[in-house]
């Protein structure tokens, strides 16, 4: 079974397939159109970020049995036309929760005792100790939308922060795990100081943070984004930050990001919003890197492999 790499990722993941006896080919340079006149000569293909896989790539992909996307999800992949060909779907969130948890955390520990204000002031020669009093998690309502891999792991983080409760929606229900409780929107709405997204991106959720639901919160509020940057309407989310609606904001994704992560700072040069978020201080920013540490670079590629051979490795290693 020949498989094709488009972008690059941890050895590990060539060395288990090649181990399992599939064929890896490289193509990390090539550009979609010349992935394209070769797709149907591989039954395999593994993918992040770098171009979309849509309806008619998929169609020139005869021979195509699976796509494993070393990432948390699979919306950049068009999942009803992969269904409606047979082609098998491969994902690994388990790889990277752990990290996003960390991030989560560690953004909102942040914000709350102003550490990236701080370090930023001292390197340019103040001393302001008032200016910088923090806040702490004891006593606060830390709510989380959506309760799969991520959002779990971002709960038992908090866990021995003395958080009066950590609260969670989710469209599915959920069994009880002693971290967490479950409560409708409205219920969240009415009591959280904090609020962590942990969705995947769905119609449901692109555009889910907007004026209507900032508005909706009864407490002034902390927002922390690791999962996906279309999820916040930013215009919304400045004018939250403008008027103290929203205290503070942790975004590790952007609404102004293109699927394949490139450099956004010239597409969005003129955009207002923008430039206040990158000049706000109570806005902490990083690259989309909250799952991307060195040790869930190495877990994402094991992840993959081993969902992988366990599904084709059996009967290839019996052909060959």
Same mark, same amino acid.
């Given at each position: 079974? %020949?498989?094709?790499?488009?972008?690059? #990722?941890?050895?590990?993941?060539?060395? %288990?397939l090649a181990q399992a006896g599939f064929k890896n080919t490289l193509a990390y340079k090539q550009s979609k159109e010349e992935i394209l006149n070769r797709i149907d000569q591989f039954? /395999?293909?593994?993918?992040?970020?770098?171009?979309?896989?849509?309806?008619?790539?998929? !169609?020139?992909?005869?021979?195509?049995?699976?796509? =494993?996307?070393?990432?948390? =999800?699979?919306? #950049?992949?068009? &999942?009803?036309?992969? @269904?409606?060909?047979?082609?098998?779907?491969? *994902?690994?969130?388990?790889g990277n929760s752990n990290a996003v948890g960390e991030?989560?955390? =560690?953004?909102?520990?942040?914000?709350? #005792?102003?550490? %990236?204000?701080? !370090? @930023?002031?001292?390197?340019?020669? #103040?001393?302001l100790r008032e200016h910088h009093r923090g806040l702490e998690l004891e006593g606060k309502i830390v709510g989380i939308i959506g309760y799969g891999t991520m959002g779990k792991s971002f709960a038992k983080k908090?866990?021995?922060?003395?958080?009066?409760?950590? &609260?969670? %929606? !989710?469209?599915?229900?959920?069994?009880?795990? /002693?971290? *967490?409780?479950?409560?409708?929107?409205?219920?969240?709405?009415?009591?959280?100081d904090v609020l962590s997204l942990h969705t995947p991106q769905t119609s449901l959720t692109v555009g889910m943070i907007n004026t209507k639901f900032i508005n909706q919160m009864k407490n002034n509020f902390w927002l922390l984004n690791t999962a996906r940057g279309s999820a916040v309407v930013t215009d919304a989310l400045v004018d939250g930050l403008k008027n103290n609606k929203i205290l503070g904001a942790g975004l590790d994704v952007l609404e102004y990001e293109s699927s394949s992560f490139e450099n956004i700072f010239k597409a969005q040069q003129d955009n207002p919003s923008f430039s206040y978020l990158l000049s706000s201080e109570n806005v902490l920013l990083s690259p989309h890197v909250a799952g991307w540490t060195v040790e869930s670079h190495r877990k994402l590629a094991q992840i993959i492999s081993e969902k992988i051979c366990s599904t084709f490795g059996t009967s290839i290693k019996n052909k060959s």
């Open positions: 079974m %020949h498989v094709l790499h488009v972008d690059e #990722n941890h050895p590990l993941l060539l060395e %288990h039954e /395999g293909l593994i993918i992040r970020s770098r171009f979309p896989i849509d309806a008619a790539f998929l !169609d020139q992909a005869t021979s195509l049995k699976f796509i =494993g996307r070393v990432g948390a =999800g699979v919306e #950049n992949i068009d &999942i009803t036309k992969a @269904q409606e060909k047979g082609i098998q779907l491969f *994902a690994a969130p388990q991030h989560a955390l =560690g953004m909102l520990l942040s914000l709350f #005792n102003k550490l %990236h204000r701080g !370090d @930023q002031s001292i390197r340019d020669g #103040n001393w908090l866990q021995g922060f003395d958080v009066q409760e950590v &609260i969670y %929606h !989710d469209l599915l229900h959920m069994e009880e795990d /002693g971290i *967490a409780t479950q409560v409708s929107l409205e219920e969240l709405q009415a009591t959280a």
